[in-house]
């Protein structure tokens, strides 16, 4: 699996969220096997599949946590 180490930069110049980058088609390839190989394993063992919001409000992500969340893109009406 290759990783990089450089910054994300948008088309318009202004840095991405850490963890914003592409997944080109075989990492993308890579990772869906891990996945698919993880998925498999849970499985057996009884687990089934929870899927979460991609967007969440941040009043529901602080609930639980006594320090503000510093890595968390807000985006605003």
């Not at 994300?8 to 963890?19: E, K, R």
């Not at 190989?37 to 992500?61: I, S």
């Not at 609930?63 to 890595?71: A, T």
Request: aromatic share 8%.
């Amino acid at each position: 699996m290759t990783t990089t180490d450089r910054e994300s930069v948008s088309p318009g110049g202004a840095p991405l969220p850490t963890g914003a980058r592409d997944v080109l088609p075989l990492e993308a390839r890579e990772l869906r096997a891990a996945e698919d190989a993880l998925r498999g394993v849970f499985h057996t063992f009884g687990y089934r599949e929870v899927r979460t919001p991609v967007m969440e409000f941040a009043q529901q992500l602080e609930r639980g946590y006594r320090d503000p969340l510093e890595h968390v893109v807000r985006l605003f009406d």
